[in-house]
């Protein structure tokens, strides 16, 4: 039977470090973290996810900003909006909501953050910055992966690790900091042939497809440690991730559920980020 890694309360556990360290902060330079979210339109699944993040700011004591804008808002809308922003002395971190509507084009209102403030870690600069191992923001999921086998006391060295999914978010840059931990990574995809048997060469074996009950028992190492990135319904309307826990639980070392697991520690490492920001900031220390 696999231990069950706990992703809420490692998380609250995280938050109540980053509340005191806000209160210490405050303290010291005289203002609190800030952080600004950007939602367009009224997609009931991202409305959830923004309402969590301004929760999470009250929580460890931030400044936070929302503003929900109408499905039509323009680029330029936009744009002025991120340009305000970026020259907000109370801002520390901007986040814009994903995905957008269809008519706004996402990279150039990525590429606008101030990377400074680009808390999500999503700006090119910053993925530039995450490739060579020399970062001040790590994207917020894979970050909460790590965290979480750091706090589980799972050492990644040496380890054979596989992650399934490529993608910008979680799946390339999971891999990533996969292999600064000095894992050894294999990335597996939709074209990626014989994957049962590469996933069953994994000690850590990260799912990150987006397919319920993707990873089966067959393909997991007898005492692997198994982090299920997936959030989906399952056919009873049911949140699940990507492992069939039921199946994979009895033969895995450690396993994260669904939910419970990798969601709580994602908002977790965005206020961590948004943290992080306002010390550079504070101590002038922005690259
Ligand atoms: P995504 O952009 O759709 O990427 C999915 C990846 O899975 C792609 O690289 C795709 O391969 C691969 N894939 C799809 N079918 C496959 C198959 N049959 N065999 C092998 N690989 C396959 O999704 P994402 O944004 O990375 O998110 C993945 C999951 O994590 C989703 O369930 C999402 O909701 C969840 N998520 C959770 C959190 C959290 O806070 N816990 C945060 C972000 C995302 P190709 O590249 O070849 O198409």
Known sequence: MAEIIDGKAISAQIRNEIAAQTGEFKEKYGFVPGLAVIIVGNDPASCVYV??????????????ESYELPEETTQEELNSLIDRLNADEKIHGILVQLPLPKALNESEILLRINPNKDVDAFHPYN???????????????????????????????GKRCVVIGRS??????????????????????????????????ADILVASVGKAGFVTADMVKPGAVVID??????????????????????????????PGGVGPMTITMLMKNTLTSAMLKATDNQS
């Open 51 to 64: 309402r969590n993040k301004k929760r999470a700011c009250d929580e460890v004591g931030f400044y936070s």
């Open 127 to 157: 993925v530039g910055k995450i490739m060579i191992g020399n970062y001040s923001f790590l994207p917020c999921t894979p970050a909460g992966v790590m965290a979480l086998l750091e706090r589980s006391g799972i050492d990644v060295a």
């Open 168 to 201: 910008n978010i979680v799946g390339k840059p999971m891999a990533m900091l996969l292999l600064h931990s000095n894992g050894t990574v294999t990335v597996c995809h939709s074209k990626t042939e014989n994957i049962k048997e590469i996933c069953r060469e």
């Open 229 to 258: 990135v997936g959030i989906n319904r399952n056919a009873d309307g049911k949140l699940c991730g990507d492992v069939d826990f039921n199946q994979v639980e009895p033969i895995a070392s450690y396993i994260t559920p669904v």
